[in-house]
């Protein structure tokens, strides 16, 4: 570990300016960037490890500045992708846990920064207060706003965020708006965020063709770059949204998808899916052009200067972690940015906003030894980026037979922690409980397995699990109203009704005012055949709240099938 490497006559973008240096050596010594100069004039040590550089270029690591960390099965793809650093947009305990075992050397994967967990519902202004200062005390990085904060509490929140010395980044919150939102120094984390409302104002979240209006682009440009905020452009999710809801057969057909585990590639298909069959032609019709749109405020953002950052909303809505930075990359070109503009929203520009920029982002002596070996000039074509030839990641090199190898141990890998977990819950729930909080964070997987331990050993095992728990442990996320729910949808997409309905009535029990439990119940017993019983809890769903999240489509369900 401690061995120091060289890159020999190697090709250098330094990334502080548009600028390559040829025949250069770069040393690296106990994680860090030591030295960089010509080659001939730069002392290697004796015992370096010597990397050929002829014909290749040594860059910085990339940053991914929207991720959402699913399962730590996942972090080696960041790795072999060349993604040294990863931003975590909706953060729980077990990111800050991973985070630490990686910078331990413990665990092998990007550096990890993170926003506490979202900001997704309007609260009091002392409520978000509290929830900011509960963040900033567990160590998170930032605060992730959301569409539903308010217009009272959204000034006390980003206050209390910025005396805390958090990083704010996130939607545009819809009721404060766009311009409260540029006011208050907030980042944004899609361009799509723009076009929602600084393009549509005072219309929530209806897409209507006539928003996408070119002639109002440099003025917004303006207006984003005079804020002073950083913007995460996110095109190539959004490209992957329209593709999905277009041709969704062609987008599982994708190259990369089988890297994802097979609890978040379940998400994706026909039923599951959470764009395809759902949209009317009208909206469609907004999604396919609202697209190039945004490639075109990509670039009119980039020439009124605002610092651009590459992010991809990896891992659980369709890209797939690592491989869809170089997607984004490619856009970034496509939408008329050079490749140095590419790169530097993948290194400089990030390492800015996160306030470290002595710390990472460039080649240069005391940076972060975060690398990547590539062959060709990036600069002419930015593709290259896409042909490593090795990555170190905090001084530690993986050349391309390293990164080959630990990419074809992932599936493998995402199917042992399943299988693990299958084999705890039948032996000891508590532990299975409690490893769920700590590899499934967002709560993606642990319905998956209990679908398929409750396919094994009948519907009743369900209870019994959650009776356990309640007693043991109190805290387990399995417990929770979330968790239940997605476990119902999973059972109901395996077409296991028992075990579905068993799941959706046990939600409703231990959440008796949760309109969308009613909801969900009576969406599992439509899909049943029990019409009568879905009537019943769509009615029931309704009275708990007149205009909760699915209502619209609960009434048009119930005029569907009258009694
Ligand atoms: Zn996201």
């Given at each position: 570990m401690d061995r120091p490497v060289a890159f020999m006559d190697v090709a250098v973008l330094p990334m502080d300016s548009e600028r390559r240096l040829e025949h250069?050596?770069?040393?690296?010594?106990?994680?860090?960037?030591?030295?960089?100069?010509?080659?001939?004039?730069?002392?290697?040590?004796?015992?370096?490890?010597?990397?050929?550089?002829?014909g290749r270029t040594l860059l910085p690591g990339l940053t991914d500045t929207h991720v959402h960390l699913a399962t730590p099965t996942e972090l080696p793809l960041y790795l072999v992708n060349g993604v040294t650093t990863v931003f975590n947009l909706d953060g729980r305990p077990a990111h800050l846990h991973w985070?630490?075992?990686?910078?331990?050397?413990?665990?092998l994967g990007p550096?990890?920064?993170?926003?506490?967990?979202?900001?997704?519902?309007?609260?009091?202004?002392?409520?978000?207060?509290?929830?900011?200062?509960?963040?900033?005390?567990?160590?998170?990085?930032?605060?992730?706003?959301?569409?539903?904060v308010g217009r009272e509490e959204y000034p006390a929140l980003i206050a209390e965020a910025k005396s805390k010395g958090l990083l704010i980044m996130g939607h545009v919150p819809r009721k404060p708006g766009f311009e409260a939102t540029m006011a208050a120094g907030q980042s944004l984390a899609h361009a799509e965020e723009i076009v929602y409302t600084a393009f549509n104002p005072g219309v929530e979240e209806t897409f209507g063709l006539a928003a996408l209006d070119e002639a109002k682009l440099p003025a917004v440009a303006r207006r984003v770059a005079e804020s002073g905020v950083s913007v995460t452009l996110t095109?190539?999710?959004?490209?992957?949204?329209?593709?999905q809801a277009r041709d969704l057969d062609a987008f599982l057909k994708g190259p990369n998808i089988g890297y994802l585990p097979a609890w978040i590639q379940a998400g994706l298909r026909p039923g599951a899916n959470r764009y395809h069959g759902r949209y009317n032609p009208t909206d469609?019709?907004?999604?396919?052009?609202?697209?190039?749109?945004?490639?075109?405020?990509?670039?009119?953002?980039?020439?009124?200067?605002?610092?651009?950052?590459?992010?991809?909303?990896?891992?659980?809505?369709?890209?797939?972690?690592?491989?869809?930075?170089?997607?984004?990359?490619?856009?970034?070109?496509?939408?008329?940015?050079?490749?140095?503009?590419?790169?530097?929203?993948?290194?400089?520009?990030?390492?800015a906003y996160f306030r470290r920029p002595g710390e990472f982002g460039m080649v240069a002596p005391g940076q972060r030894?975060?690398?990547?070996?590539?062959?060709?000039?990036?600069?002419?074509?930015?593709?290259?980026?896409?042909?490593?030839?090795?990555?170190?990641?905090?001084?530690?090199?993986?050349?391309?037979?390293?990164?080959?190898?630990l990419l074809a141990a992932v599936p493998a890998a995402h199917a042992a922690l399943r299988a693990g977990l299958v084999a705890d819950f039948a032996t000891d729930p508590v532990t299975a409980g409690r490893r769920l909080g700590e590899e499934d964070p967002l709560g993606l997987l642990g319905g998956d397995v209990l679908a398929?331990?409750?396919?094994?050993?009948?519907?009743?095992?369900?209870?019994?699990?959650?009776?356990?728990?309640?007693?043991?442990?109190?805290?387990?996320?399995?417990?929770?109203?979330?968790?239940?729910?997605?476990?119902?949808?999973?059972?109901?997409?395996?077409?296991?009704?028992?075990?579905?309905?068993?799941?959706?009535?046990?939600?409703?029990?231990?959440?008796?005012?949760?309109?969308?439990?009613?909801?969900?119940?009576?969406?599992?017993?439509?899909?049943?055949?029990?019409v009568p019983g879905g009537r019943a809890h769509y009615r029931r769903a309704l009275e708990l709240d007149p205009a909760y999240g699915n209502a619209a489509e609960a009434r048009k369900w119930l005029e569907a099938h009258p009694d």
């Open positions: 250069q050596v770069v040393v690296v010594q106990a994680g860090r960037i030591t030295a960089l100069g010509p080659l001939g004039r730069v002392r290697v040590p004796r015992n370096a490890l010597r990397v050929r550089g002829a985070r630490q075992q990686v910078e331990e050397g413990r665990r550096r990890i920064l993170s926003a506490g967990p979202t900001f997704s519902e309007a609260m009091t202004p002392a409520a978000a207060k509290a929830k900011v200062d509960a963040i900033a005390a567990a160590g998170y990085d930032a605060v992730k706003i959301y569409n539903q095109l190539t999710c959004f490209h992957d949204i329209d593709r469609l019709a907004f999604i396919h052009a609202a697209y190039p749109f945004q490639a075109k405020l990509a670039k009119a953002l980039s020439d009124a200067g605002v610092p651009l950052m590459t992010g991809t909303d990896a891992t659980n809505i369709g890209p797939v972690a690592g491989f869809s930075l170089h997607q984004e990359l490619e856009e970034l070109v496509a939408a008329g940015l050079t490749p140095f503009q590419a790169l530097r929203a993948a290194t400089t520009a990030p390492a030894a975060d690398l990547l070996l590539v062959d060709g000039d990036p600069l002419k074509d930015i593709r290259r980026v896409r042909a490593l030839e090795g990555v170190m990641a905090k001084g530690r090199w993986t050349d391309k037979a390293g990164l080959a190898s398929e331990v409750m396919t094994r050993e009948g519907a009743g095992v369900y209870g019994r699990i959650l009776d356990v728990l309640r007693q043991a442990d109190p805290a387990s996320p399995l417990l929770k109203e979330e968790v239940g729910n997605n476990l119902g949808y999973a059972l109901l997409q395996r077409r296991a009704f028992t075990q579905a309905l068993a799941v959706f009535r046990r939600v409703c029990t231990d959440f008796p005012r949760s309109a969308n439990a009613e909801d969900s119940l009576a969406e599992g017993l439509a899909k049943s055949g029990d």
